[in-house]
Structures are given as structure tokens and as C-alpha cells.
């Protein structure tokens, strides 16, 4: 019991330090951002951010990994659920769409491609971190829902590139280069409608004639 508070403290402290690297580092850049500005904006040491992250690097990754959380969260609902793979792949796009398009999603590649010549660990980290959760998720998804029998999937790696990129598809490239992305509700569903048949018109179950 006499942990408990010295815990908290570690807890709330870590939190800290990850809000004002995350504000930091989207207003700032990976490279012009210092341990010391973290420490600053957040209290404690320096002895303690690198007690938690072991320096810079591992603040970042932490960062990052805070972000794919979301998402890990919500793929994991859809799988949980045991839901039709039309509605489980549903709730898969929203989610990627919603997160991965999102303002501070977008800042923060925008930040990593403009850094990655001077701080190539940068990529690699988003990449380990970031983009190969949400691919191992719709990948597992695929592989169990092909062992049931419910999707036609040979190769459910390419199959989960192909869905993720059905649902960013131009949008992410256009938010990257700062052209607005402004669709209604209608035109959202819309766009995740056609994705959602295209993708079970090519990998849903063959139909056997009777």
C-alpha cells in the first residue's frame, strides 16, 4: 500500500511528459525540441524522463505508440465482438479513417517525412510502432475469418495493405500536402460503403453452385 502514491506520481508524471513532447514536438519538430523544454512544460527531471524513456528517441516511440492506441483499441473491439466480417471491416475503416486522417496524425507524419534525412530512426520508429499495429490487426482479423470460412484470402498481408489503402486512398496524401479534406457524413459513409464492397466482392467467400 505504500507504493501506491509513489506510483501515482510516476504515472501522472509519465502522462505529463508525453502531453508536452507530443505539443512539443508537432509545434517544434523532432530535431529543434529539447529534453530540457519537455521537462520544462511538464515538471520533474531529466533523471526521470530518462528513467521513463530513456532519452528522446524513446519519448517519441512512446509517443507514438500513444497515438496508435486508439486504434489498436477499436480494431480490438471489432474482433472481440465476433461480428460478420462486412460489419467487423465496418467498424476497421472508421476507425482507420478517423485516426490515421486525423489532424494530429497528419501533423505529426507531416513532421517525420520533413525530418527523416537528418533523423532516419524516425520513420522506422512510426513504421514499427504505428504503421505495423494497425497492419497486423486487419491481418490477423483476415487470416481468422479465412480459417472460418467467411473470406477467400490467400494472402491476407497483401490483402490488409489493399483495405487500408482503400480507405485512405487519396485522402491522406491530399491532407499531407495541405489540401482540405472536407466531407459530410453522407460522403464519408459513401466512400466507406464502396470500399467495404469492393473489398468483399474480391475476397469474400467463393459462391458454390448447389
Do not use: W
Not at 494472402?155 to 495493405?161: C, G, I, K, L, T
Amino acid at each position: 500500500m505504500r507504493d501506491e502514491p509513489c506510483t501515482s506520481r510516476r504515472d501522472k508524471r509519465r502522462v505529463a511528459m508525453l502531453e508536452a513532447a507530443h505539443r512539443l514536438f508537432l509545434e517544434r519538430g523532432y530535431g529543434a525540441t529539447t529534453l530540457a523544454e519537455v521537462v520544462k512544460c511538464s515538471g520533474g527531471s531529466l533523471a526521470t524522463l530518462y528513467d521513463l524513456f530513456e532519452g528522446k528517441e524513446g519519448l517519441f516511440r512512446a509517443v507514438i505508440a500513444g497515438q496508435c492506441v486508439q486504434i489498436a483499441e477499436s480494431l480490438e473491439q471489432a474482433e472481440m465482438a465476433d461480428l460478420p466480417p462486412a460489419q467487423a471491416l465496418r467498424r476497421f475503416a472508421e476507425a482507420i479513417f478517423d485516426i490515421v486522417l486525423s489532424k494530429d496524425s497528419i501533423a505529426l507524419l507531416r513532421q517525420i517525412i520533413a525530418e527523416a534525412s537528418q533523423f532516419p530512426e524516425l520513420g522506422r520508429t512510426l513504421f514499427a510502432t504505428g504503421v505495423e499495429v494497425i497492419h497486423s490487426k486487419v491481418d490477423g482479423y483476415l487470416r481468422r475469418q479465412t480459417a472460418r470460412g467467411l473470406l477467400d484470402i490467400s494472402e491476407p498481408r497483401v490483402a490488409s495493405n489493399i483495405f487500408i489503402e482503400m480507405v485512405l486512398q487519396q485522402y491522406r496524401m491530399r491532407l499531407l500536402c495541405g489540401v482540405p479534406v472536407s466531407l459530410t457524413a453522407e460522403e464519408k459513409k459513401a466512400h466507406l460503403d464502396r470500399t467495404l464492397a469492393v473489398f468483399l466482392r474480391a475476397f469474400g467467400p467463393a459462391q458454390r453452385n448447389p
